[in-house]
């Protein structure tokens, strides 16, 4: 049974990640081991890992990096103990791949930690660009340390390639969030004009 392990720290990836997780769980030849920090942990940010309980999804592991509030010092400070933290939990249990999301400074910590064990990493959502942000460094930085990558369009796919990944590597998804619509119920266009006092 092969193990994949997803780490998710916010809300924001949560529901990109929830068809993925999903899936993942519908197969028997697949076990997950889902990692919860940043975010999710943190009083200050919401407390989100209810919303994974809610779910009635199986946490792997809580991995507590400190996350305090957003100034430099604190993400600075949280990103070093995340590496220390996600290296203790993969120490004890390593997943056969590590699927992260994005441009998150926790995501880089789980990577980072991942790397010395031989982790292969799969990153939805590279090639992405915010400019004039340290999210584009950062997830940059994640698409060159990882083996697989996930883009959301073909532009962003390129943008992989440009940075000398091997083709092979690339898949063009698109965004895993937008199999969220299908699940949504839609609303009567009498329900849509109640609402809206129209």
Same mark, same amino acid.
Request: charged share 25%; glycine share 8%; with cysteine.
């Given at each position: 049974?092969?193990?994949?392990?997803?780490?998710?720290?916010?809300?924001?990836?949560?529901?990109?990640? &929830?068809?993925? =997780? *999903?899936?993942? /769980?519908?197969? @028997?030849?697949? $076990?997950?081991?889902?990692?919860?920090? #940043?975010?999710?942990?943190?009083?200050?940010?919401?407390?989100?890992?209810?919303?994974?309980?809610?779910?009635?999804?199986?946490? &792997?592991?809580? =991995? *507590?990096?400190? /996350?305090?509030? @957003?100034?430099? $010092?604190?993400?600075?400070?949280?990103? #070093?103990?995340?590496?220390?933290?996600?290296?203790?939990?993969?120490?004890?249990?390593?997943?056969?791949?590590?699927?992260?999301?994005?441009?998150?400074? *926790?995501?880089?910590?789980?990577?980072?930690?991942?790397?010395?064990?031989?982790?292969?990493?799969?990153?939805?959502?590279?090639?992405?660009?915010?400019?004039?942000?340290?999210?584009?460094?950062?997830?940059?930085?994640?698409?060159?340390?990882?083996?697989?990558?996930?883009?959301?369009?073909?532009?962003?796919?390129?943008?992989?390639?440009?940075?000398?990944?091997?083709?092979?590597?690339?898949?063009?998804?698109?965004?895993?969030?937008?199999?969220?619509?299908?699940?949504?119920?839609?609303?009567?266009?009498?329900?849509?004009?109640?609402?809206?006092?129209?």
């Amino acid at each position: 049974m092969r193990k994949i392990g997803i780490v998710t720290v916010g809300r924001s990836d949560l529901a990109t990640f &929830t068809p993925v =997780i *999903e899936k993942i /769980l519908e197969r @028997d030849d697949l $076990q997950l081991y889902l990692y919860v920090s #940043g975010a999710h942990l943190s009083p200050e940010f919401g407390s989100t890992a209810i919303e994974i309980a809610q779910k009635g999804w199986k946490v &792997t592991d809580f =991995i *507590e990096i400190g /996350l305090s509030s @957003d100034t430099p $010092q604190a993400m600075a400070k949280a990103l #070093g103990l995340g590496v220390i933290s996600f290296a203790q939990v993969f120490s004890r249990r390593r997943p056969d791949i590590l699927m992260v999301l994005g441009d998150r400074f *926790e995501m880089l910590a789980a990577v980072q930690a991942a790397m010395p064990f031989n982790i292969p990493i799969a990153h939805i959502h590279g090639g992405d660009t915010t400019e004039g942000t340290v999210d584009e460094a950062i997830r940059h930085s994640i698409t060159k340390m990882s083996h697989l990558h996930f883009a959301a369009t073909e532009e962003y796919g390129t943008r992989i390639l440009q940075m000398c990944e091997e083709h092979w590597r690339v898949t063009v998804t698109g965004s895993p969030a937008l199999d969220n619509l299908f699940r949504t119920e839609r609303q009567s266009k009498a329900d849509v004009e109640e609402d809206l006092g129209i």
